[in-house]
């Protein structure tokens, strides 16, 4: 690999700062820094100290500062002081770059902000995460947009520049290919308990944004199918104990199985994967199917339409009828399953390359850094 620094000249130093590191974000950064370091940038991750434990990004040769959380007047001079020697910040959503915003206030250093999801307030902070919004769209040099519906909200915030920068998750099209594609799908069967009967999976955290009690509700709907099909909901958070009360009440066809680090590669075992949100950017879940070839259905929210295109079965949110009938009418349709497998390894074939994704916000770092560092 050719280093981006040209000869006799420093590299590009960076930092990357992440706040709560979700799968997304955090799998993006640590992509992202392999490929910026691969190419002789110098990159140091600024994240509270269980992310990067969790991420590993030492393992790719970027740098790990422990940030944190929160945006008190400590671990916003710890910040300033750790982008002391940058040459452009780079801050991934919009609790991050809030943060890069107050750490760079009197300083003209580049800020790049990532919008990979949109924030979701409840009740009095509703507006107040609207003001920071404002404030980190229009103090960003640049707001890039995991998917076009982010890219929008960024320019009614008032941000002087914002373009569409897919944070595409690492993992090439095809995993329910080959010789030992039945082998796999048998396996993850097995750990999601499954034998003998459809399985419809769906994953994330347990939390009221996922749409959860709206999936629930689509049970029935299936639950007159022989053999019944399985319902299992990968993953854990706070709704975990009143899901559980549900599912035990209406005797339903569901098994939450708690978090699973593997939850992506289990995928190959189901006959249908759901995404049942009121909002996705680019939804993982929707990734790891596509790429799997299994079927999906999904909500027709945020970044999913552009997204998987015409490879799934889209459902209006909320309307747990369509969603419910959507899953029967795939599981009843071998035809439909065929086509939309072949469907989504095309669809996923079309998504740009981690190689590509690097290659474009390196593209906008040259932008924001030629003219001081290599005239």
């Known amino acids: 690999m050719i280093s981006h620094a040209p000869h006799g000249q420093r590299p590009l130093r960076t930092v990357q700062v992440l706040g709560g590191g979700g799968s997304t974000s955090g799998v993006h950064v640590r992509s992202l820094a392999a ?169 994330g955290p347990l939390e009221a944004h996922r749409g959860y009690e709206v999936l629930l509700d689509a049970v029935p709907r299936w639950a007159g199918l022989d053999p019944v099909p399985l319902l299992v909901i990968v993953g854990e958070g706070p709704l975990r104990g009143a899901l559980q009360r549900r599912i035990d009440l209406g005797a339903l066809p569901v098994r939450l199985s708690g978090r699973r680090d593997e939850a992506l590669d289990l995928l190959v075992g189901a006959d249908v994967v759901v995404v049942a949100s009121p909002w996705e950017g680019r939804s993982a879940l929707a990734q790891g199917a596509l790429r799997a070839g299994v079927p999906l259905v999904a909500t027709a929210v945020g970044g999913t339409p552009e997204l998987v295109g015409d490879a799934a079965e889209l459902v209006p949110y909320g309307d747990a009828g369509a969603l419910g009938e959507a899953v029967v009418r795939v599981l009843g349709d071998p035809g439909r399953r065929r086509w939309l497998r072949e469907r989504g390894f095309a669809q996923a074939a079309t998504w740009p390359t981690e190689d590509e994704t690097v290659a474009q916000v390196l593209s906008v770092y040259d932008e924001l850094t030629r003219p001081t560092l290599w005239r």
């Open 35 to 203: 490929g910026l370091v691969a190419r002789g940038v110098r990159v140091t991750v600024a994240a509270p100290a269980e992310v990067g434990r969790a991420f590993a990004f030492d393992g790719v040769g970027a740098g790990h500062a422990p940030l944190p959380r929160g945006a008190d007047p400590t671990s916003i001079a710890a910040l300033r002081a750790l982008c002391a020697d940058a040459d452009l910040v780079h801050a991934h959503g919009v609790d991050a770059g809030f943060r890069a915003g107050l750490a760079l206030t009197g300083r003209r250093l580049p800020l790049v902000v990532t919008w990979h999801e949109r924030a979701r307030p409840r009740g009095a902070w509703t507006h107040a995460v609207r003001l920071a919004e404002r404030r980190v769209a229009r103090s960003a040099s640049v707001v890039l947009g995991s998917c076009g519906d982010l890219v929008d909200r960024a320019r009614r915030r008032g941000a002087r520049d914002a373009r569409l920068a897919a944070a595409v998750l690492p993992g090439p099209a095809g995993a329910g290919r080959g010789p030992d594609a039945e082998v796999a799908r048998q396996k993850a069967r097995a750990e999601l308990g499954s034998a003998g009967r459809p399985l419809v999976v769906a994953a």
